[in-house]
């Protein structure tokens, strides 16, 4: 099983950028399809995007189309979130996860878009 810890949330006005970072661990990293979910204050945890092994095919929920891109570093066991044009609405705390319903994923890292 993957163990994951994600980082490089913080607070940004509208408009500005963000990369989370997930760190993953266990030897299954390679072979597994990676999530990032998101959940926002008093909301139910959101698919936000989807990535393959090979860094070859993502997908995005479609509120963030076009200003998140998700990749992985297979060398550093890394999958990244780089989020940009951040909206107020995009305020949560995300998660890396190795299923797309969120069920194994990491601590999360705050994410605040605000003015």
Do not use: H
Request: proline share 4%; hydrophobic share 30%.
């Amino acid at each position: 099983q993957v163990q994951l810890v994600e980082s490089g949330g913080g607070t940004v006005q509208p408009g500005g950028s963000l990369r989370l970072t997930c760190a993953a661990s266990g030897s299954t990293f390679t072979s597994v399809w990676m999530y990032w979910v998101r959940q926002a204050p008093g909301k139910d945890l959101e698919w936000v995007s989807t990535i393959n092994t090979y860094n070859t095919y993502t997908q995005y929920t479609p509120s963030v189309k076009g200003r998140f891109t998700a990749s992985r570093d297979n060398a550093k066991n890394t999958v990244y979130l780089q989020m940009n044009n951040l909206k107020p609405e995009d305020t949560a705390r995300y998660y890396c996860a190795s299923d797309p319903s969120g069920t194994v994923r990491g601590q999360g890292t705050q994410v605040t878009v605000t003015s």
